[in-house]
């Protein structure tokens, strides 16, 4: 017998397109949470939908009490073009959970 897989997806504010599975969500980025938004960890291998690469460029992120740099590209929408957040292409130093490939998600909060 197999286990059921959830189909729940995380959905573009905008348009409501699916973009990324539930099932592959890694953690929440608590140290980028605001009253606006929070940022979210994905797999590299999340299978992402509905989603456009965009330039490539310097960015950090803040996990467990330290810094990394990394080199980041923007995802959009490819439906609307909303910015959702970004796909990581390097990791300059070493981190326990931030790899290559990791997708960032950007989720804004409802007014």
Known sequence: MTKPTLNAWFC????KSKYAPFNCLIKELSAHRNEEKCWLLFRENSGLQNVT?????????RDKGQTTLIDITR???????????????HVHE???IIREGQYVVQL???P
């Open 12 to 15: 573009c504010f905008f348009c």
């Open 94 to 96: 070493r981190h326990p």
């Open 108 to 110: 804004t909060k409802k």
């Open 75 to 89: 995802m959009e929408c490819s439906n609307c073009g909303e910015h959702l957040g970004g796909k990581i292409v």
């Open 53 to 61: 690469f965009f330039d490539e460029g310097p960015s950090c992120i």
